[in-house]
């Protein structure tokens, strides 16, 4: 019922949502990463396409398989994915993507060898913040929506963090201690202008079908 609730209701639109982490190159052989599964970013991104939005699922390194009907632009790193997500003009943008706040300056050409300290010679750079510079986009999409990663404080840290990167809405998380990274369930806060929702505690792909029919009713007002 709930799904004949949602269908159709985005047909016409492109969604562009981010998923899973990114690699940070150190040297050849070594990253920097972090444990997004991308299991939340793919439920949106098969909600949406259920809802009938055409999507494009830009993704960070996964072991998923693309769900059908569904474009994927594989990426590996944050200045990649910034790049793929720039490339789409949508209607709408879910960064579900665990971005990797920081990276190497420079990948090193050679592998670092033990026993000569080569790595803390490494210099770190913050990564640019891709949700953040679409929502500040001059040809900003429709709907920006993000999540925010906490492992303290999440539904105020959200708030704020809503606000610093010009969000219509933000998915509040707690991580860590086998929370949200990896599972198959997830428990979200929705927070918008108009404040707060619990969407409970709930499989990753029923909390993708409730925040889709939010977005349906947020795309109403
Ligand atoms: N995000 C992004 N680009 C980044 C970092 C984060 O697009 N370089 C997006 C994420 O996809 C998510 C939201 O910003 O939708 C919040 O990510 P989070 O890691 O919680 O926030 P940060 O701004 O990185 O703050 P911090 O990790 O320091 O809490
Ligand atoms: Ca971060």
Not at 46 to 55: K, M, N, P, T
Not at 142 to 152: D, L, N, P, Q, S
Request: a negative charge.
């Amino acid at each position: 019922v709930e799904r004949a609730l949602v269908s159709g209701q985005l047909a016409g639109q492109h969604w562009l949502v981010s998923a899973g982490p990114t690699r940070e190159a150190i040297d050849p052989v070594r990253y920097v990463s972090n444990h997004s599964s991308g299991k939340m970013g793919y439920a949106i991104a098969a909600a949406l396409r259920d809802a009938g939005a055409q999507v494009t699922l830009v993704s960070g390194p996964t072991t998923l398989d693309c769900p059908d009907g569904i474009e994927r632009v594989a990426v590996n790193s944050a200045l990649e994915m910034l790049a793929a997500c720039q490339a789409v003009n949508p209607d709408g943008f879910i960064a579900c993507a665990a971005v990797a706040d920081f990276r190497p300056a420079m990948a090193a050409e050679h592998k670092l060898k033990k026993g000569q300290g080569d790595l803390n010679d490494v210099h770190w750079v913050e990564n640019p913040d891709i949700v953040a510079a679409v929502a500040g986009a001059k040809r900003r999409p429709r709907w920006v929506i993000g999540f925010a990663a906490e492992t303290e404080n999440a539904i105020d840290n959200a708030r704020a963090k809503r606000i610093r990167k010009g969000l219509d809405a933000i998915l509040a998380n707690t991580v860590g201690d086998n929370q949200a990274f990896g599972t198959d369930d997830n428990h979200l806060h929705w927070i918008d202008a108009h404040g707060d929702t619990d969407l409970g505690h709930a499989p990753k792909r029923v909390l993708a079908e409730a925040l889709v029919r939010r977005i349906i009713d947020l795309a109403k007002e």
